[in-house]
């Protein structure tokens, strides 16, 4: 086989759900154990460097608790990627209209600093009346923001979710990288500056277009690195 896979996880009575992660047979990864009742397996992969990946399923059904989905974030070793169907609804990542669960992962995602790569396209097609929606995530650390570039492969592949694409970026070389000395700054004036002169509705909306990271800082939405 081309690929190795993670253990399958299926809750029980629901067969026909299941998460699972499949790496390519010459890359070497470890499996991370969980110790959670959310449907989620985890993998360590060494990409441009070691990165946690971890595959997520959230139902529908009933909310998922922000306890839950925080103690299972805790167990990923940093820098990790938090991939899957979160059935979750919120402007941030593109959605018309926001749940209840979406609310508690964007707070979550709020409370840690955590970046969300989707560019606002929809992930999920639904037979029954037409619509598109935006519930498959891709979550990622600060760090990794701008290591990755997100798509959505327009052919369903007889599937109702659209498949997303995450393509590695090229590294810049460690020369390139420009050095600064933090302690020098003035962060008085800096702070000073970016209160006057930054609109944070500006850049609410532009981190719902564009699913660029943010925070909330001092009651306001802005975008974090």
Known sequence: SQYNSTDLFVPENFSARGVSIYVRSDIIFSRIPLETPL????VRVPLHRPVSVCCLYLSPSEPTS????????????????????????????????????????ADLL???????????????????????????????????????????????????HYPIVLSANSVQEEADCHMF????????????????????RLYCCTAVRHGLCWRTWRGDCRPSR
């Open 39 to 42: 449907e989620a397996v985890a």
């Open 66 to 105: 922000r306890s839950l989905l925080e103690q299972l974030i805790e167990q990923l070793p940093r820098p990790f990627l938090l991939l899957g169907d979160f059935n979750s609804h919120s402007s941030l990542w593109g959605s018309a209209s926001e749940n209840t669960q979406g609310k508690i992962v």
């Open 110 to 160: 709020s409370t840690l600093d955590l970046c969300v790569l989707n560019d606002g396209s929809p992930t999920h097609f639904c037979s029954a009346n037409g619509s598109l929606s935006s519930i498959d995530l891709s979550v990622c650390d600060p760090s990794l923001y701008l290591d990755f570039s997100w798509k959505v492969d327009r052919d369903l592949h007889s599937s109702d």
């Open 181 to 200: 000395k933090f302690s020098c700054a003035n962060w008085p004036l800096f702070t000073s500056l970016a209160e006057s002169k930054l609109d944070p």
